[in-house]
């Protein structure tokens, strides 16, 4: 399917209790990004039973984890400008938590490279997706075409 890399970072996952991996896990598979998105900016909720959530207090923890692992779902080669500039913001705003201010691509590109590589590569691929010009995109998607 265009737009998904399937080359992910589950490093992330890491981080979360071994008693809440099954949820992670499930987030990860059943829940699409707009849906996780909405759990982490309070516009939705998930209901405890469908999701077997035993640990409330940890779930924006889990859903913060999960969806930097999404993240990592999606080819940027492949997508506008406007959704390369909000996977670009959802990764800052997640992995900004507690500072006084957002931090760059390049920051988080460095704070990331050794711990969740293939997330660093990502971001990356993503910050050159963000550099191209709209005009470079449709010169490379046409040369793709014809050759």
Do not use: C
């Not at 992330?12 to 071994?18: G, P």
């Not at 930097?68 to 940027?76: E, P, R, V």
């Not at 704070?111 to 490379?140: A, C, G, P």
Request: proline fraction near 3%; hydrophobic fraction near 40%.
């Amino acid at each position: 399917m265009p737009g998904l890399s399937y080359t992910i970072d589950k490093s992330f996952l890491d981080n979360i209790d071994l008693q809440s991996q099954d949820l992670a896990k499930s987030l990860l598979v059943n829940l699409p990004l707009q849906e996780m998105v909405a759990i982490y900016v309070g516009e939705k909720t998930l209901d405890p039973v469908e999701y077997d959530i035993r640990h409330p207090e940890k779930l924006n923890f889990i859903i913060q984890k999960v969806i930097l692992t999404k993240l990592t779902y999606f080819n940027t080669d492949h997508l506008a400008k406007p959704h390369l500039r909000f996977l670009a913001w959802l990764a800052a705003d997640i992995l900004s938590q507690g500072a006084s201010q957002k931090i760059s691509l390049n920051h988080l590109i460095s704070k990331t490279q050794y711990s969740h590589v293939t997330f660093s590569n990502w971001l990356k691929k993503l910050q050159q997706n963000l550099m191209k010009t709209d005009r470079q995109r449709e010169i490379e998607k046409f040369a793709r075409r014809i050759s």
